[in-house]
Each structure stands twice: as C-alpha cells, then as structure tokens.
C-alpha cells in the first residue's frame, strides 16, 4: 500500500497548483482521501477530505473557496486543485488514506503518503 503526492513547487502569491496523490496497490475506490499540510514549526492541520462513498467533499475554512479536492477512481488518484494561493499556504502536503468517510482528525488515517512542499513567495 502506498500514496504518492506530488505537484508541489514554487508559485507566486494569487498562483495556483493542483496536488497529485496517487495510490498503488490498492484500489481508492472504498477510501476516503484527505490532504493534511504542515508548516515549519507549526501543527499539521487538516486542509480537505473527499468521501469514497458519495464523492461528499469538506474543506477546512482557511482554504474553502480557494482549493477543490476531486478524484478519479479509474486513475486511482485525488487531486487538490489550489487556486488564490497564499503565502500562508507554504507547507508540507500529505494525502492520507482512511476507509469510507472523511474525518479531519489525523489520527483516524491509516496510510499517509510522503509529503510535497509548496511554496508560495513573491
């Protein structure tokens, strides 16, 4: 089992990125995808979950309106398409995999995924 993020990079304040987290050797089909982020000498914080069973979505307030979680079941993969970017958007992104429904609670994840920098700086 494993998640694999990636898209991260370097962007301007107002930019955009779109997140990648693609799983092997299981199907997402039956699991619930959130992205968590973790800046330097802050706590990981939830940003977005996507539900496996009724495609429901759930976005932490900071980001709403902003980022959009999707997936494609028949690519195995979620995507978090972040748009308006903010400085105080830098962080580590981590998808994270867990059975059915979303939950913005870390500890209710059973797979992570390594993590892909984003940087939004002038």
């Known amino acids: 089992v494993q998640l694999q993020a990636s898209g991260g990079g370097l962007v301007q304040p107002g930019g955009s990125l779109r997140l990648s987290c693609a799983a092997s050797?299981?199907?997402?089909?039956?699991?619930?995808i959130g992205w968590f982020r973790q800046a330097p000498g802050k706590e990981r914080e939830w940003v977005s979950c996507i539900n496996s069973n009724d495609g429901r979505t759930y976005y932490a307030d900071s980001v709403k309106g902003r980022f959009t979680i999707s997936r494609d079941n028949a690519k195995n993969t979620v995507y978090l398409q972040m748009n308006s970017l903010k400085p105080e958007d830098t962080a580590v992104y981590h998808c994270?995999?867990?059975?059915?429904?979303?939950?913005?609670?870390?500890?209710?994840?059973?797979?992570w995924g390594q993590g892909t920098q984003v940087t939004v700086s002038s």
């Open positions: 994270a995999t867990r059975l059915n429904s979303c939950t913005p609670s870390a500890a209710g994840y059973d797979y």
């Open positions: 050797g299981f199907t997402l089909d039956y699991y619930a």
